[in-house]
């Protein structure tokens, strides 16, 4: 889903609330300036999406006209085709990555981290027939995650594990150096991240 697409749907989105909603909160909301907020705007009402109520003096008020919410149905639905191909390529990609562990007889895997992405690490390493002994939180651990304890890097050496798997995204990469602080030999951390 192309950009413009994916800006028009967030401002659609907005107004379909039906809170008063500014140029300025939109502009935020969507990391851009001001200004092209406004020209999103202008091209909506030009393309009959949205109109335009004077409320109070130089107060106005936003609606998603019929037209407007067959366009925001639209690009809902573009927008979830494009996230679930995303994901069907994503998990892929990490098959395509973690599979050779299984090759190589490992059994045991700890992951590091509680995002999004060690969530797709650990369907797709259960999906593997991989066992997940633990999860590594760089803050501390406590508790779980889905179904699997949450330990600190300290205590990571009582689970054993074959080999810890760091997903994510270049800046969690940092963290990392909290697992070889703990003593976590290198050969041990395998990174999902190039």
């Known amino acids: 889903m192309e950009k413009e697409s994916q800006r028009q749907l967030v401002i659609l989105n907005e107004i ?4 008063p909603v500014t140029q300025r909160a939109m502009a ?3 990391g851009v300036a ?3 907020v406004n020209l999103y705007l202008k091209r909506l009402i030009r393309k009959g ?5 004077t409320i109070p003096p130089h107060r106005i008020k936003y609606l998603l006209t ?8 639209s690009l809902t639905y573009e927008y979830m085709d494009y996230s679930l191909s995303l994901y069907r390529q994503t998990r892929k990609t990490l098959r395509e990555g973690l599979e050779p562990l299984k090759q190589k007889g490992v059994r045991r895997i700890a992951i590091f981290g509680l995002s999004e992405a060690a969530e797709l690490t650990y369907l797709t390493l259960r999906e593997l027939g991989l066992e997940v002994v633990a999860v590594v939180s760089p803050d501390g651990g406590a508790g779980d995650f889905l179904g699997v304890p949450v330990l600190r890097a300290a205590d990571l050496k009582k689970e054993d594990p074959d080999l810890i798997v760091v997903p994510g995204f270049p800046k969690e990469v940092p963290n990392v150096n909290l697992l070889k602080e703990n003593g976590i ?8 991240i190039s």
């Open 185 to 192: 030999p290198e050969k041990k951390i395998f990174s999902l």
């Open 34 to 36: 001001l200004g092209l």
């Open 49 to 53: 999406y949205i109109k335009v109520s």
């Open 16 to 19: 379909a609330e039906g809170r």
């Open 28 to 30: 935020e909301k969507l």
């Open 66 to 73: 019929p037209k407007g919410m067959a366009e925001k149905a």
